[in-house]
């Protein structure tokens, strides 16, 4: 698959792990109640690990996954991913480190509706200043890697549901992201596409890339390799919680 | 560089599909940019019509000429009373002339006022005598045919007159019928040998020009048995020497006279390039006035695509969110946004400017005639007034842009992921 390993081999700095979190603490302040929706969260994933996010609505979840990301910073902790010292960066600096690092797939796809599936893979390319022609190249690469070859000029709203989360797992991957990070990428889809973007998700893991999803479908999480239980913004420890299944 | 190439690519695209899906809107926002241009060049454009005018006007009277007429002294000098009276002398020219190298030129101007007539015709006007450099002085221009007098008219004294445009339409009937006939100046035949072109004057000494007949000055001394001139009409060899030249004639006739050279008063000097700096300077002060009322006017419709722009990045805050996950940085997500400002007030300028084009063009067609239509004159559009304008129009539409530009780069992505 498009990541090799190379690229982002972890450092020493952390111990092996692609990502390294310690004492994360996420706290909103909305005026006049201060809410902490993450208290001290440890997490380290490593190279290819295919890892779950659980956990009921308000417990927190949302928000790891906005950190991890880097969409958002930590209010306090440390943030270690592939490497770079994450907490703590500046806007422009944490749109680097996404556009490298990081490929998302959202539940309700998130394409440009006036842009065509290939223009919607280009798009992250753009952002990294990468030529055209070798935009052209890797984009309409990755499409048929998804399996869209025929559907490249077409618009999102010409697509089926499917298709449309193939042409963002496309668009994901094109900057051969460290990590895919996928929230409830199937939430939006009837069970037959749902069941062929679990088994492309499982097919990339199975190249060697690291993802994270976040699902509430236990069937989606069970595919995973560990799965990580969210609750009251605190990790519950892997054995008090239903244990994780193998891949 | 190439990302920048792209985005703009984008852009484009993504204005294709505004413009598509959002015809009326942005039409309007177009049509408010459009109005402002066509009130700011417009305004510029009558305000360098009336810098024109104003500036003919004011040069009527002649372009950085002096006027200096007799005077009384009014302080004692060389043991001489003050209120001395300072009379103009016939050879003061020639005395001038020699004294004063930086004089370029200067013409006596004798007058009395007499009766003109052709047949049965007769108006009682002002006659004068000059030398025939006064007429490239006080711009009195021939019109076609015609010509001012030379020196052989003056060493011969010849019976030639120079009409007043006016004189001779009353006297004639028409400006063009004076030419080669004969009017009867104090009951003597003079030929007619040219006719004033018309001009804008705005400033004068005893009435128009004209209304006024101008013979050799040789003709009327003989004819008249004038004493001493009147005045005399001069100019400096350059605009910057008119100072020089204006000290040096009370040093010179100072002398000659015996009075005080700082006395002002000995005698009547019109310097009339004071004239002329105001005029400039309240034509630059309208000008400055209309564009700021213009620049006013363009602004409401700088806001207009400022409020439009700022509903489009309401509306698209979730493609930014997205952009943004992406890893699209500030510039890449303000860039689309400055050029979309610059790019619907470029569309409204263009068009308003070609209309105000149109409208110039119909306004000079128009046949408005009237002194205070000779005075605004036409609305004239120049490089200044072009300049002006896409200056004012650049910066309004860099402002409409950029405010909305910088509200979608503060959007926070984690948040707009989840807008809807």
Redesign the interface.
């Known amino acids: 698959m498009a990541n090799g390993n190379g690229k982002h081999a972890p450092s020493a700095a952390t111990g092996g792990a692609l990502i390294r979190m310690r004492g994360i603490r996420k706290v909103y302040n909305t005026g006049r109640v201060e809410v902490e929706a993450l208290r001290g969260v440890d997490l380290d994933i490593a190279p290819n690990d295919y890892v779950a996010i659980v956990g009921p609505s308000g417990s927190g979840k949302s928000t790891l996954m ?1 950190l991890v ?1 880097c ?2 910073t930590p209010t306090s902790g440390e943030y270690i991913l592939s490497g770079d010292w994450v907490a703590g960066l500046d ?2 600096r944490l ?2 480190i ?3 690092h990081i490929g ?1 797939v ?1 539940q309700n796809f ?1 394409l ?1 509706p ?2 065509s599936a290939l223009a919607n893979v280009e ?2 390319l ?4 990468v ?2 022609r070798e935009r052209r190249e890797r984009a309409s690469a990755l499409l048929e890697r998804v399996g869209l070859s025929d559907r490249m000029e077409h618009k999102p709203g010409e697509l089926s549901g499917g298709q449309m989360q193939r042409v963002a797992i496309a ?1 994901a991957l094109v ?1 051969r992201p460290a990590i895919v990070l996928a929230d409830e990428p199937t939430g939006n889809l009837d069970s037959t596409s749902g069941r062929a973007i679990v088994d492309l998700f499982e097919e990339l893991h199975a190249a060697g890339q690291t993802i994270i999803m976040i699902s509430h479908d236990a069937a989606v999480a069970r595919q995973a390799s560990r799965v990580v239980h969210i609750r009251d913004g605190q990790i519950v420890p892997d054995g008090s919680a239903e244990t994780p299944v193998a891949a | 560089m ?2 920048i190439a ?2 703009i690519a ?1 852009v484009l ?2 204005f294709r ?1 505004d413009a598509v899906r959002q015809r009326k809107r942005l039409a309007l926002t177009v049509a408010a940019v459009a109005w402002g241009t066509l009130s700011i060049v417009m305004l510029l454009s009558f305000g360098e019509g009336l810098k024109r005018s104003l500036t003919k006007g004011s040069r009527g009277l002649g372009d950085g000429i002096g006027i200096l007429w007799p005077g009384a002294t009014t302080r004692v000098w060389q043991g001489l009373p003050s209120g001395r009276t300072i009379g103009l002398r016939e050879d003061d020219r020639e005395l001038l002339k020699a004294r004063i190298p930086e004089l370029a030129a200067i013409s006596a101007e004798y007058a009395r006022y007499d009766s003109v007539a052709v047949g049965k015709k007769r108006v009682n006007v002002r006659v004068r005598g000059v030398d025939p450099c006064f007429g490239d002085l006080r711009k009195l221009v021939p019109r076609e045919g015609g010509r001012f007098f030379n020196e052989r008219d003056i060493a011969e004294k010849r019976r030639v007159a120079f009409l007043g445009e006016e004189l001779a339409q009353d006297l004639f009937g028409s400006e063009d019928a004076a030419l080669g006939h004969t009017v009867e100046i104090h009951q003597t035949p003079f030929l007619v040998i040219g006719v004033a072109e018309h001009k804008l004057q705005m400033g004068m000494y005893n009435g128009p020009d004209s209304k006024q007949v101008t013979l050799p000055s040789s003709t009327f001394k003989s004819m008249f048995n004038a004493t001493g001139p009147e005045n005399f009409v001069y100019r400096a060899a350059s605009w910057e020497l008119g100072d020089t030249v204006r000290s040096e004639i009370y040093r010179v006739l100072g002398s000659v006279r015996r009075f005080d050279p700082d006395d002002e008063r000995a005698l009547g000097i019109w310097d009339t390039r004071k004239m002329q700096q105001i005029n400039a300077q309240v034509s630059i002060g309208i000008q400055i006035f209309l564009g700021v009322i213009g620049a006013l006017t363009l602004l409401v419709g700088g806001m207009g695509v400022a409020n439009v722009m700022f509903a489009v990045v309401k509306e698209r805050t ?2 930014i969110g ?9 510039r ?1 997500i303000m860039l689309p946004f400055v050029l979309e400002g610059l790019l619907i007030t470029s569309l409204g300028g263009l068009l308003g400017t070609l209309l105000s084009l149109g409208l110039i063009a119909v306004l000079a067609a128009l046949p408005l005639k009237g002194p205070a239509f000779e005075i605004m004159g036409r609305p004239t559009f120049s490089p200044g007034v072009a300049l002006a304008t896409a200056l004012v129009l650049g910066s309004i539409g860099m402002l409409a842009g950029l405010f909305p530009a910088r509200r979608a780069a503060l959007v ?3 948040v707009s ?1 989840r807008y809807e």
């Not at chain 1, 753009?126 to 200043?129: D, I, K, L, N, Y």
């Not at chain 2, 997205?322 to 500030?330: N, R």
């Open positions: 906005n990301g969409l958002d806007r422009n749109a680097e996404r556009n490298r998302f959202f998130n440009l006036y842009a798009l992250p753009v952002f990294a200043g030529p055209a668009r900057n | 190439r990302s792209s985005e984008l695209k993504l599909h979730r493609e997205v952009k943004m996950a992406l890893g699209a940085k500030a890449q926070d992505p984690a992921l």
